[in-house]
């Protein structure tokens, strides 16, 4: 074999290796690479204790998410690429919910790197996005936000491979969706109000349900009146 075809052989075999191993750095391109497994987990939310940018202690189901539509996603403020701008989403996300925000809906920004992430840090990261009321920035001691990021089906085991992903649900129904385009506060804004419709609709059932329980079920006996607006049930 010459030189020259030597060379070439080598030159075939460094472009093919390329291709077949891409490089673990951010794994920020809409839900490929580290981002996709996270998929096929399920939502399994814990009271793990965490800390907010102002440094108060929240338990992650029953104060951080506390049965609203929430709208989650993680970052980490040396992050140099999608963080900033799936924070920006948020921000938008916010403008646009106005009164809901924390009383119908949170987002909940959970940090990769509670290493280096204090509340100060975000704090001082989070006003970039000028959040408000109903917008938690979230970290903790390691352990327990490496918990908190398994709850919502993900694992990271290094900030710089998070997956870039808004997960949005709802606790009480249990019903959860994954959005890979970080960059799309409508897409957003589009599935936040199909939850808060689904919990009207929950809510409307339930009220529907006790109103007939209430209801006598035997309208026709003697001597007894239904309410007015019940349904008389076979008796």
């Known amino acids: 074999m010459t030189l020259t075809t030597k060379a070439a052989l080598l030159v075939a075999i460094a472009c093919f290796a390329s291709i077949a191993w891409p490089h673990e750095g951010h794994s920020h391109d809409h839900g490929t690479q580290s981002a996709a497994p996270a998929t096929s987990r399920p939502v399994k939310l814990t009271d793990t204790q965490l800390l907010d940018q102002d440094g108060h202690k929240l338990r992650l189901a029953s104060d951080a998410v506390a049965g609203k539509v929430v709208v989650v996603t993680f970052v980490y403020t040396n992050c140099t690429d999608t963080c900033s701008m799936v924070s920006q989403t948020f921000s938008q996300v916010q403008e646009q919910l106005g009164a809901l925000m924390e009383d119908r809906v949170r987002l909940l920004s959970l940090t990769v790197d509670p290493a280096r992430d204090t509340p100060a ?34 694992t990271i085991r290094n900030p710089e491979n998070h997956p870039a992903q808004i997960l949005i649900g709802d606790s009480k129904s249990g019903r959860w969706t994954r959005l890979y385009d970080v960059d ?9 109000n199909e939850f808060l419709a ?13 109103a007939q329980e209430q209801c006598n079920p035997h309208p026709h006996s003697a001597g007894v009146q239904t309410k007015p607006g019940c349904v008389a049930r076979p008796g």
């Open 184 to 192: 799309q506060p409508q897409q957003v804004l589009a599935k936040v």
């Open 198 to 210: 689904a919990q009207r609709a929950d809510k409307q059932a339930a009220h529907d349900g006790t």
């Open 121 to 154: 840090r975000l704090k001082e990261y989070a006003a970039n996005f000028n959040p408000k009321r109903g917008w938690l920035w979230l970290t903790g001691e390691q352990a327990n936000v490496t918990a908190a990021q398994q709850a919502f089906g993900v």
